[in-house]
């Protein structure tokens, strides 16, 4: 596996600007979705900082929960923890939101969509919002992030919030009233996201997600994983399901050639955006 380059965060220029707290922490756990293991001195010469900085840094982070603090560096976190939303939403890949446009260009007038919770399956909302059909669709979801993105919708499509047990951590509800009350219902797509996806299925940390990601797929007609390239070749504590039951899946850098080219034996189509060309790849 390729070492971490030892170019500055940020350059202007010739001249590398220094990072705040915040932001320096926020690209080591980005290094850490590309990387297994970051060393001390590698990310204080990219970062131009002390190494004493570093270990401050790997240390809130470790103690946050979000890394595996090793001995001269850390590892990524383990397969059964992930950070909550709002620490997801912080160490997004640039650009994420480029795949919520795509997810909510596939919806149709008149649709039933169902929508996961997640930090990435929340940026479909606001697309949705601003875009505006002839007849009302209707939006089934148990996270509140999606929710409060569509609230300007009410007056012409119909959003529906699930019932269940709330999850802080996660601004979402799940549990048996959370499955029952969407499989009430039938939906044309559902859009829904994992952890990691690999050879092997697509996978997620939250075992109470899982059950309320499989209700959502077997009540609609197409499922569609929206996952940013660092979930690629990842696995975590529980398989939801095999490749093979995803319709496709929304990204936004292709995965490498081999896994692509599985994909696409499998029958699943994927959409991934195009910095080049600002479209689909």
Request: net charge neutral; aromatic share 6%.
């Amino acid at each position: 596996m390729p070492a971490i380059g030892t170019k500055p965060a940020i350059i202007e220029g010739d001249v590398a600007l220094r990072l705040g707290k915040k932001e320096r922490q926020r690209r080591i756990l980005q290094e850490l979705q590309v990387y297994p293991h970051v060393r001390v001195a590698t990310l204080a010469e990219r970062f131009d900082v002390a190494t004493e900085t570093i270990r401050r840094d790997l240390d809130a982070l470790s103690r946050d929960g979000l890394i595996k603090r090793e001995f001269g560096g850390a590892s990524a976190r383990p397969m059964g923890h992930q950070p909550d939303l709002a620490e997801r939403q912080l160490s997004a890949v640039a650009g994420f939101e480029r795949i919520g446009m795509l997810a909510a260009d596939m919806v149709r007038s008149g649709d039933v969509a169902m929508i996961d919770a997640g930090s990435t399956v929340a940026q479909i909302a606001p697309f949705l919002a601003a875009r505006t059909t002839k007849l009302p669709r209707t939006f089934l979801t148990n996270c509140y992030a999606v929710v409060h993105g569509m609230a300007e919708l009410a007056d012409h499509d119909d959003v529906l919030m699930c019932p269940g047990q709330f999850d802080r951590r996660e601004n979402a509800v799940y549990g048996n009233d959370t499955v029952e009350y969407l499989r009430r219902f039938h939906a044309n797509i559902a859009f829904i996201g994992a952890s990691g996806i690999s050879r092997q299925g697509f996978s997620d940390v939250n075992r109470r997600a899982v059950a309320v990601k499989r209700a959502m797929m077997e009540r609609s007609d197409e499922t569609w994983l929206m996952v940013d390239h660092t979930k690629f070749d990842q696995r975590y504590l529980e398989n939801v399901a095999p490749l093979e039951a995803l319709t496709g899946i929304i990204t936004d850098r292709r995965p490498e050639p081999e896994f692509a080219s599985q994909l696409e034996r499998a029958g699943i189509r994927l959409l991934a955006w195009c910095d080049e060309k600002h479209g689909l790849a």
